[in-house]
Nanobody, 117 residues
Framework: QVQLVESGGGLVQPGGSLRLSCAAS????????MGWYRQAPGKQRELVAH???????NYVDSVKGRFTISRDNAKNTAYLQMNSLKPEDTAVYYC???????????WGQGTQVTVSS
């Protein structure tokens, strides 16, 4: 089972940017669907961005035009570039790696993103 480690979170002012990284162990990273999720206090975890193994990418409407998901299969790493950050983006961000045949996949430990002045 793949293991994931997120990094890159922190405190940023509204309008600022952060880039999150998700490093995966193991082999065959390219065949995994990669997703970035977030969970704010008192709210359910939600899918933010998804990069399928076939290259298809989708985003939740609230981040379209501001966030970009990417992956470097040679480095076994997925990224989430977050621009024009808003206070409502504050949450713990998690990455998920899932084989197409799996229902749930593997989760990282999460990284805190706080957007505040």
């Amino acid at each position: 089972q793949v293991q994931l480690v997120e990094s890159g979170g922190g405190l940023v002012q509204p309008g600022g940017s952060l880039r999150l990284s998700c490093a995966a162990s193991g082999r065959d990273f390219s065949i995994y669907h990669m997703g970035w999720y977030r969970q704010a206090p008192g709210k359910q975890r939600e899918l933010v961005a998804h990069s399928a193994s076939n290259g298809y990418i989708n985003y939740v409407d609230s981040v379209k035009g501001r966030f970009t998901i990417s992956r470097d299969n040679a480095k076994n790493t997925a990224y989430l570039q977050m621009n024009s950050l808003k206070p409502e983006d504050t949450a713990v961000y998690y990455c998920n790696a899932r084989l197409p045949v799996q229902a749930f996949g593997s989760w990282g430990q999460g990284t805190q993103v706080t957007v505040s002045s």
